[in-house]
T-cell receptor
Framework: EAQVTQNPRYLITVTGKKLTVTCSQNMNHEYMSWYRQDPGLGLRQIYYSMNVEVTDKGDVPEGYKVSRKEKRNFPLILESPSPNQTSLYFC????????????FGPGTRLTVL | AQKVTQAQTEISVVEKEDVTLDCVYETRDTTYYLFWYKQPPSGELVFLIRRNSFDEQNEISGRYSWNFQKSTSSFNFTITASQVVDSAVYFCALSGRDRDDKIIFGKGTRLHILP
């Protein structure tokens, strides 16, 4: 089944404790991206990647890192999480570019205490 | 800079009524794509439609229809004969081809269909 998977689905952590949210797709997509969803703000793009070893900032990249060492994986790293990073996070992938249909993962709800 | 405005934060209608969700966008790109996604109460994001800037034909899919008007920079979404299962948050999104590969989402419209 074609899908985007994220892990964990739920995470409660404390300020400053490094964490990684994994994202994997099995559709051989070139483009992958991360979003955060906050009430009243909609979805905002954090980072995106056009291909392996190619990443670029979205609109809200501060406090986040990403890597794209393999085509299928695009982990989101919070090196020192803060409470303002409490949010619902979505990973997505598409065939080649941002203008292609995005396929979203199920979401990761992160709480930073 | 690109921008997507969904001015309707929340809408409530009675089942079987028609409802239109507005989406107004701003872009300097000549080639761009517009999208609508649905987020039901279960939380996943479901793709509804993708439309490029050169195709202004209206689209109909069952009870759903979309009206794209470049002259007013709008891409509105209409649900005909609404059903309770249509209750969700709906997002409009924009991505251009000329400058970067970012995607801009609107803030979403929460739609309540009342039985």
């Amino acid at each position: 089944e074609a899908q985007v998977t994220q892990n964990p689905r739920y995470l409660i952590t404390v300020t400053g404790k490094k964490l990684t949210v994994t994202c994997s797709q099995n559709m051989n997509h070139e483009y992958m991206s991360w979003y955060r969803q906050d009430p009243g703000l909609g979805l905002r793009q954090i980072y995106y990647s056009m291909n392996v070893e190619v990443t670029d900032k979205g609109d809200v990249p501060e406090g986040y890192k990403v890597s794209r060492k393999e085509k299928r994986n695009f982990p989101l790293i919070l090196e020192s999480p803060s409470p303002n990073q409490t949010s619902l996070y979505f990973c997505a992938s598409s065939w080649a570019r941002s203008t292609d249909t995005q396929y979203f993962g199920p979401g990761t709800r992160l709480t930073v205490l | 800079a690109q921008k997507v405005t969904q001015a309707q934060t929340e809408i409530s209608v009675v089942e079987k009524e028609d409802v239109t969700l507005d989406c107004v966008y701003e872009t300097r790109d000549t080639t761009y794509y517009l999208f609508w996604y649905k987020q039901p109460p279960s939380g996943e994001l479901v793709f509804l439609i993708r439309r490029n800037s050169f195709d202004e034909q209206n689209e109909i899919s069952g009870r759903y229809s979309w009206n794209f008007q470049k002259s007013t920079s709008s891409f509105n979404f209409t649900i005909t004969a609404s059903q309770v299962v249509d209750s969700a948050v709906y997002f409009c999104a924009l991505s251009g081809r000329d400058r970067d590969d970012k995607i801009i989402f609107g803030k979403g419209t929460r739609l309540h269909i009342l039985p």
